[in-house]
């Protein structure tokens, strides 16, 4: 299979020149499904081992679309090894009827941010606890304000859904919000970003088929291949036995 973008880090490591100690790349996977949760990837990076994170970066990253099941599946471990934090966060077809999707999206996207915070500074926490720990350390946090660091946030696309979603009722009180900039294509160009699309992507196509091999009124719909979004077959199971709870009722699903 031919590839025809290759990631880098250019537009994290300027992000890390900005001053910004914390780096998430965001992708969402789902918007367009009939069936199922949306989700949203985020995959954290530590400005200062940016350089090192390039150099180590998986072999075959890429925009999830551009590649094979096979080889999502190939990089899912790796690429968890790889980013210093991740997280998928999702919504589920009842709150995007509820919600509609872009808020649906916001609010999928700071679960996952308010996970990778919690993780890595969790992590910071536990490290300040001796001497030696506390020097291994230093270059990591010597630019934060009172130990919490600037997070800086890629988001793919040409709208920020996360900035709107912060703050309202529905959203966790992620412990730093993030300066998100937008990308459009940046899961072709970012490797943060193509790093959280392929968790996110393989993450939900491995739970629509579990729901489709756990219980037989989802299996008719076909969501062990078609994973939710509108094949003629899922829409003809649609027609032919209405949706179930699911479904995003709200929508036109034929």
Request: proline share 6%; net charge negative; glycine share 8%.
């Amino acid at each position: 299979m031919s590839i025809s973008a290759v990631p880098t880090f250019d537009l994290e490591e300027s992000l890390a020149r900005e001053g910004y100690s914390v780096i998430v790349g965001f992708d969402e996977v789902g918007r367009g499904s009939l069936a199922g949760p949306v989700m949203v990837g985020a995959a954290a990076f530590l400005a200062q081992r940016l350089p090192q994170a390039a150099r180590d970066m998986p072999h075959y990253l890429a925009d999830s679309k551009m590649l094979t099941e096979r080889r999502r599946e190939a990089l899912y471990e790796p690429l968890q090894q790889w980013a210093d934090a991740w997280a998928v966060g999702a919504a589920t077809s009842a709150e995007i009827d509820e919600w509609g999707i872009s808020h649906a999206l916001g609010i999928a996207a700071l679960r996952a941010l308010d996970a990778v915070e919690r993780t890595l500074f969790g992590a910071f926490a536990d490290a300040a606890g001796t001497p030696t720990q506390q020097a291994e350390q230093t270059t990591l946090v010597a630019d934060w304000d009172a130990h919490m660091p600037r997070v800086g946030a890629i988001l793919d696309g040409p709208s920020d859904y996360i900035t709107k979603a912060l703050g309202t009722f529905e959203a966790p009180a992620v412990p730093v919000p993030a300066h998100v900039v937008t990308q459009v294509k940046g899961d072709q160009h970012c490797g943060s970003v193509a790093c959280a699309a392929v968790l996110a992507k393989v993450t939900r196509d491995r739970l629509m088929t579990q729901l489709a091999d756990s219980n037989p009124d989802y299996a008719r719909y076909g969501w062990a291949h078609n994973k939710g979004y509108g094949s003629p077959a899922h829409k003809a199971a649609i027609a032919q036995y209405g949706p179930c709870d699911e479904h995003r009722t709200s929508w036109k699903l034929l």
